[in-house]
């Protein structure tokens, strides 16, 4: 791997395998990634967007490229529903310390379309701005620090999930 990764890939699927959601239509003028992480519960009435406030529950991760229209009343954006017992890939934005030191804790996530990370730097999470948890660090041993380093590639879990009605959460 060997550089910074930006939005989540899933490495552990639950037990019923990976699912795959397209009921959801994309909010205006969203601009989606493949590994963009996204809810239903923000600023877009319901509507599929990419994450963009660490208070905001996480519904799962892009799965396709796509620019929803100015006015989008047709457009659905697939997209890998979060689970509880998932673990993702994801890249943070400041290098982490060692298992023993960062497992376990809690981040939220920043940046935009094309660009998200756990926010490392913005400090370990206590409150309602939990969206990660970190199960691994340097999960390739890697190692190093700075840019492009083991230290800033980590497994986690979501934890702040949408909880869908009827869904498999």
């Not at 552990?12 to 397209?22: E, L, W």
């Not at 620019?67 to 954006?77: I, K, L, Q, S, V």
Request: glycine residues 14%.
């Amino acid at each position: 791997m060997g550089q910074i990764l930006y939005g989540a890939q899933l490495v552990q699927p639950t037990q019923n395998g990976v699912n795959m959601r397209y009921d959801y239509l994309g909010a205006d003028s969203e601009v989606f990634a493949v590994g963009d992480v996204v809810t239903v519960n923000g600023d877009s009435a319901g509507q599929l967007a990419v994450i963009d406030a660490a208070t905001e529950a996480v519904a799962g991760v892009a799965a396709k490229v796509a620019t929803m229209p100015a006015t989008n009343d047709a457009t659905y954006e697939p997209f890998i529903p979060a689970e509880l017992d998932q673990v993702w890939l994801m890249g943070t934005n400041s290098d982490l310390t060692d298992n023993e030191t960062d497992g376990g804790t809690f981040y939220g996530l920043t940046g935009s379309t094309g660009a998200m990370q756990v926010n490392v730097s913005g400090g370990v999470t206590t409150t309602t701005s939990r969206q990660v948890m970190i199960v691994k660090v340097d999960p390739f041993g890697i190692g190093g620090s700075g840019s492009g380093s083991g230290l800033r590639q980590v497994y986690v879990k979501f934890v702040r999930i949408t909880q869908f009605a009827g869904a498999f959460n």
